[in-house]
């Protein structure tokens, strides 16, 4: 989810970072040296670390080295620090209930002794082994723990390198407290807490750590739509990683940047994006940079509906996770491809492959994606109608995220839940999910799940007649829709202008090199001149000339440089606003189709809701009329069959349909031309009935409508989806979808 965030946490984590093969040369020389046991120990211990994120494996035995030496020369403090560096690498190899153990048993040396450096360490390493497991909330009762230890460090007598020191984990501690409530959907507290880290990044600490600061920052607003800023704050990690020469960090916010043009449906330039980061891990032949870069590809080509160029580029990156035998990254690859399937309608192979994935990684950290992998299951019963496999794996879904608190998710798999129950008719259930779906969404100001409850809801109330409830919900519903649809608008409107005023900065970056070529030949040529001058005059005067005319030359040149420049970047300008007065010009004209089109399905609704209203008056008067008949005076009877008479006339009048005919036409003007067009065989009662259940009304709903009972219309139903051939596919999301 947060790529350079989870990579730069880990950095930190481990405080410092070497260049392996280097770092690892020297140090060992450095061992053979050492004077004491405590240096022989440190060494042993920096060495472990310097196996961190290439092979841990490797660095366990040079921490278990140390930790046996500490212990055999009853140094504690040095047997706590060898437990500290043991625990880094065992959660570097996602051996975390083994990191556990020796984190425990550092803190409880490091209590007796007082060390406030040590403690504020292993409860950072507690929070972010919780963090792993995808456990947030406990993650950040940890880190607090870590920032009191630190603060009460920071009140001691210190050297400057250990306040240097002191800042800079609490700055890392904020950050991580801030990825914490980023995955929990928090992002107010998150934006808050990079902030404050930036800020002591910017101060005390390194450009790496400044670059992990604003990458952070970039993906936040990422995901609160805020492209405009996100991209100003990836613009400038990436300026810092040019700047230290980081590939990998350069790589990870190309493949980012890509990221929020593609949300945008900026393809060919996000495509651009994933080649540079793709480029880039070929050529410091990186396979985690290669395998991300394939990955989002894959991502693109299934946004544009191009599956088998998905699959393709699923399937490259799959080959080197596997040949690399970097497990996190081959479950995440299989996890795209098993989705891949589920939208190709393969449920079968993708069934399969999400089960793959939940057996042949157990031993893997699956807390984070084991409720996503569950609701995909679910959604692929569901589709198929095998509700009651889809409920349990929805409620399995669910729980999971209660257990780790990922509060956006736990609202989709409690809305899954919802949807679940009301194809099976459980009511109660359905709208008590919707309830949390609701509370959710509102508390983490989720305006995507709002919506998905309020249809919800309008649903339930539909179904169980409350009809001015219902229309109170689809207005909300459809409101919150045309707000997201503007946001979505808006962002797509600064992605294209900071698009467009980049690629300016970079016309202009070219036109520059080429005057300063330019200059560079003229005066190389004027120097020629010059030259041969000298042989025919006086040196003194031909160097006075030269100046002069070199001088003149050269702020006409520029003059005229600079006109140009100006002239073509006063053009930009012309063009981008002529670009921003037609995409404005499209969203005015959309938003008059929108509203035409909403009004229309408005009056449709309230059209329909009138007739069953109507029909639900006349059958109860017809019903009382049917007792009272049983009176004995035939003046009674003679009456009450007269008003029977008028009320079967009304109910068989067909006045209301012919306008709610007229009004769907307009509303849906291609609908029953394409119905009768595919399938010319249908009768006016089943075209009728296909209007309704493009509305979406359900049997009760259409019984009444209809004027015919329920069983009656269970049985129309069947019928016309045996004439529509639709197998397993949904009657209602086919004609929907029409």
Known sequence: MKKIALTLVLIACFLKTYTQSKTIDSLQQVLIKASSHKQEIQILNKIGLAYVKNQPKDGIGYAQKALRLSQQHRLPLEVAQSHVTLATLQIDLQHLDKALVSIKAALRIYQQHQALSGQTECYHLLGYRLSLLGKESQAIQQYQKALVCNAKEGKQDLTTKQRKDNRLMKAQLWNNIGISYDFMGNLSNASKYYRKSLEYYKKYGTPKQQLSGYGNLGQLYTAMGKM?????????????????????????????????????????????????????????????????????????????????????????????????????????????????????????????????????????????????????????????????????KYTSSYNSFVKTQFQEQLAASANSLAQAYFKINQLDSSQKYTLITKKIAQTIQSKGMLRKSYFNQYRLDSIQQNYLRAFTHYQQYQALSDSLDKESDQRRLEVLRIKYHLKEKEQALQLKNQEAALLAQKNKNSRQVIMWLIIGGSLAILLIGWQMSTRGKSAKIKEAQKRLLQEQLHRKRLEEQVLQDRLEADESEKQNLQKTLEQQNHELTKQALYMVQKRELLQTIKQETETIKEAPKDYVVDKLSKITKRIDQELNKNEEWEKFTQTFEMAHPEFYIKLKKAYPSLTANETKLCALLRLNFNTKELALILNITPESANKARSRLRKKLDLGNVNLNEYLINF
């Open 228 to 392: 405009e800023i996100a991209l100003s704050y990836n613009q400038k990690a990436l300026k810092l990683a040019q700047k230290i020469n980081d590939q990998y960090a350069q790589s990870v916010l190309s493949n980012n940047r890509g990221i929020i043009f593609e949300k945008q449906g900026e393809y060919s330039e996000a495509l651009r994006l994933y080649q540079d980061a793709l480029d880039m891990g070929k050529q410091v032949q990186n396979d985690e940079m290669i395998t991300d870069a394939l990955n989002n590809m894959g991502h693109l080509y299934l946004a544009k509906k191009k599956y088998q160029e998905a699959q393709k580029h699923y399937n490259q990156a799959l080959t080197i996770a596997q040949k690399t035998k970097n497990k996190r990254l081959e479950m995440d690859i299989l996890i795209s491809l098993a989705y891949l399937k589920y939208v190709m309608k393969a449920y079968r192979e993708s069934e399969k492959t999400y089960q793959r994935i939940l057996s042949q990684f157990e031993d893997a950290n699956l807390d984070p994606y084991k409720g996503g992998i569950l609701r995909h299951l679910g959604d692929i019963y569901l589709d198929q109608a095998k509700y009651n496999q889809a409920l349990k």
